[in-house]
């Protein structure tokens, strides 16, 4: 007998994603729009030019041209931007996107993250990142949470396994973009991994694991049973 793969027993398509927002302790996701967001993240861009080494697009000269982009971007739904809210001060810090919904086979990949300097290595990008992991696992009920990235984008591989994203191998020659080759990182969550990590994101988020300074006192690796 031939060897299938484990069934799926009641398995319906899920629902995109909504256009709505995500609440949380330090940090709001919400739909990206231009009216709202454009100026704060122009201005939390400012100076960060590595930030734009492995993304699509290049660095904007102007707010006008960022401007212009979100206009373009904020009415799609796939894939669906997000500002990220820090809560402290109000202001939009970066975006986050999902993005290759697949609603038959239950598979999401957030991209086209981009942190401004303030919120890079931050309890807000990490609850942002719990706050889209929910909406795709307990919201959606989806199977699969995707991350990708350039095989030579180090802090975004890094990133991707704090976060709790199993490294699953590399796409060669996947992609060009800007005129250069791109091999592919892959990393994924499913499901059945998904309520552990879920506690791991929850008690590292609690406020009582951060000081009066807001560093953390045990790392997030650290509340799944390894140091990260």
Not at 100 to 122: C, H, Q
Not at 139 to 161: T, V
Not at 167 to 187: H, L, M, P, S
Request: with cysteine; proline share 5%.
């Amino acid at each position: 007998m031939q060897e299938v793969g484990f069934p799926v027993s009641g398995w319906t398509a899920r629902e995109p994603p909504p256009r709505t927002t995500m609440e949380g302790e330090y940090c709001r996701v919400e739909p990206l729009e231009a009216a709202r967001h454009a100026a704060e993240l122009f201005r939390a861009y400012a100076g960060a030019e590595d930030n734009w080494a492995y993304l699509p697009q290049t660095s904007f000269a102007s707010l006008a041209d960022y401007r212009a982009w979100v206009e373009k971007v904020e009415a799609g739904s796939d894939p669906l931007f997000h500002a990220l809210i820090d809560k402290r001060s109000g202001r939009a810090e970066g975006v986050a996107a999902l993005m290759r919904i697949d609603t038959a086979n239950g598979v999401i990949e957030v991209g086209n993250i981009n942190y401004g300097p303030a919120l890079k290595r931050s309890r807000v990008a990490t609850e942002a990142m719990f706050l889209l992991a929910k909406r795709v696992f307990d919201e959606l009920g989806y199977r699969r949470f995707e991350w990708k990235c350039d095989s030579l984008n180090e802090p975004s591989r890094r990133a991707a396994q704090r976060y709790g994203f199993s490294f699953e191998g590399i796409f060669r020659q996947a992609v060009v973009y800007k005129g250069r080759n791109r091999d592919t990182a892959w990393f994924s969550i499913i499901d059945r991994e998904w309520p552990l990590l879920r506690e791991g994101y929850t008690r590292w988020l609690d406020p009582g694991n951060f000081d009066a300074d807001g560093r953390q006192r045990r790392s997030l690796g650290a509340f799944r049973g390894f140091d990260g």
